[in-house]
């Protein structure tokens, strides 16, 4: 581990009674990522519902299912956030770098089984 991923600050969400926070700012000390990436597979949007809220929208390019799902969960750190979304036992986690808006990395757990781990693109 180097001395900067031990320095990196967890994220944390933020409610709006949260002492520290003004209204107006964002709800969590991680950037959140918004927009379409894709591969050639799996088709995902994310972005904002309300404040403290975001979504993911996720769809198969081959069967054409598609899923929309909505949020407050986010962990990692700074450096690397994770929001999580999820759907019964079915668990979707986008991870990107901060130094990286390009590029997600989408895992889908069942239980604590992991079904799928892509990277998908900025279109």
């Known amino acids: 581990i180097t001395p900067r991923a031990l320095a990196a600050r967890a994220c944390e969400a933020y409610s709006l009674d949260h002492p520290e926070i003004p209204p107006?700012?964002?709800?969590?000390?991680?950037?959140?990522?918004?927009?379409?990436?894709?591969?050639?597979?799996?088709?995902?949007t994310l972005g904002t519902a309300d404040t403290g809220i975001y979504t993911y929208e996720g769809s198969d390019r081959r069967s054409g299912s598609s899923i929309y799902l909505s949020s407050r969960e986010v962990r990692g750190t700074e450096d690397r956030p994770i929001y999580t979304f999820r759907n019964g036992d079915i668990t979707y986690s986008i991870a990107f770098r901060s130094n990286d808006y390009n590029t997600i990395r989408l895992e889908v757990f069942q239980g604590e089984q992991r079904i799928l781990n892509e990277l998908l693109t900025r279109i």
């Open 24 to 44: 107006w700012d964002d709800f969590t000390n991680c950037p959140l990522l918004q927009g379409k990436f894709q591969n050639e597979r799996w088709d995902v």
